[in-house]
C-alpha cells in the first residue's frame, strides 16, 4: 500500500520552544494530508486538514496561530507546534489518501510523540 | 451524539478464540469503512477497507458493513498473541474526511 513517513519520531522539546514535524507521502502525491492529535487511551482527534497551496482548515478549538501547517509541496506537510507546553505532549499523526476519485482509504505515518518539559 | 460509536474494551480473549469487534454510526452517508490497527505508541496501519454493505475476507480477518443496522464489524479467527493491539474503525463519506471510533484495545494471552 501506499507509504506516509512522518519524522520524527519522537521528540523531547523545552517549555517555550518550537517542534516542527514533518509528513511526506512517500509513492504519491497528495493535495491534502491531515494532522491528529491522539491522548492515551483515546482515539484520533482531527486537528487540522493541510492543503497544498492553500490555507489549512482547522478544527474548532484548535489553535491556528499555535500548531501552524505549511503544505508547501504535493508530498509534504509540516506541523509546527509553537512556543510548546507541557499540555501539548501527545501523540500527532499525519495521514494522506492518494487522490483516486473518491474518498479512498487513509495512510497514517508512524506518528511522533512529543514530550514538552 | 458521536459520529462512529466503539466500545473501548479492554478486551481480553485465549489464544485461538473468535474475537468481534464493532462500531456503530449515526451518518447514513457513511460509505466507506475502514479498520485500523495500532500497536503502541505506532501509527494505525490499514487492516481493512470496505466500501458500502457486505462481508471482506482477508486472512484470518473478514470486516461485515451492515448499512441498514449502521453497524460495521471486525472478526479474527484463530486470534494470535501478536493481535493484541487497539483496533480503530473508521469511516468517511464523499469527502476526505475521516471518521474515528474511539479505538478498542485487545489482548490475545497464549
Known amino acids: 500500500g501506499a507509504v506516509v513517513s512522518q519524522h520524527p519520531s519522537r521528540v523531547i522539546c523545552k517549555s517555550g520552544t518550537s517542534v516542527k514535524i514533518e509528513c511526506r507521502s512517500l509513492?504519491?502525491?497528495?493535495?491534502?494530508m491531515f494532522w491528529y492529535r491522539q491522548f492515551p487511551k483515546q482515539s484520533l482527534m482531527l486537528m487540522a486538514t493541510?492543503?497544498?497551496?492553500?490555507?489549512?482548515?482547522?478544527e474548532q478549538g484548535v489553535e491556528k496561530d499555535k500548531f501552524l501547517i505549511n503544505h508547501a509541496s504535493l508530498t509534504l506537510s509540516t506541523l509546527t507546534v509553537t512556543s510548546a507546553h507541557p499540555e501539548d505532549s501527545s501523540f500527532y499523526i499525519c495521514?494522506?489518501?492518494?487522490?483516486?476519485?473518491?474518498?479512498?482509504?487513509?495512510?497514517f505515518g508512524q506518528g511522533t510523540r512529543l514530550t514538552v518539559v | 451524539q458521536k459520529e462512529v460509536e466503539q466500545d473501548p474494551g479492554p478486551l481480553s480473549v485465549p489464544e485461538g478464540a473468535i474475537v468481534s469487534l464493532n462500531c456503530t454510526y449515526s451518518n447514513s452517508a457513511f460509505q466507506y469503512f475502514m479498520w485500523y490497527r495500532q500497536y503502541s505508541r505506532k501509527g494505525p496501519e490499514l487492516l481493512m477497507y470496505?466500501?458500502?454493505?457486505g462481508n471482506k475476507e482477508d486472512g484470518r480477518f473478514t470486516a461485515q458493513v451492515d448499512k441498514s443496522s449502521k453497524y460495521i464489524s471486525l472478526f479474527i479467527r484463530d486470534s494470535q498473541p501478536s493481535d493484541s493491539a487497539t483496533y480503530l474503525c473508521a469511516m468517511s463519506g464523499t469527502g476526505n474526511q475521516f471518521y474515528f471510533g474511539t479505538g478498542t484495545s485487545l489482548t490475545v494471552i497464549p
Open positions: 495521514s494522506a489518501s492518494p487522490p483516486v476519485g473518491a474518498a479512498t482509504e487513509a495512510f
Open positions: 509513492d504519491f502525491q497528495a493535495t491534502t
Open positions: 470496505t466500501y458500502s454493505s
Open positions: 493541510s492543503n497544498e497551496g492553500s490555507k489549512a482548515t482547522y
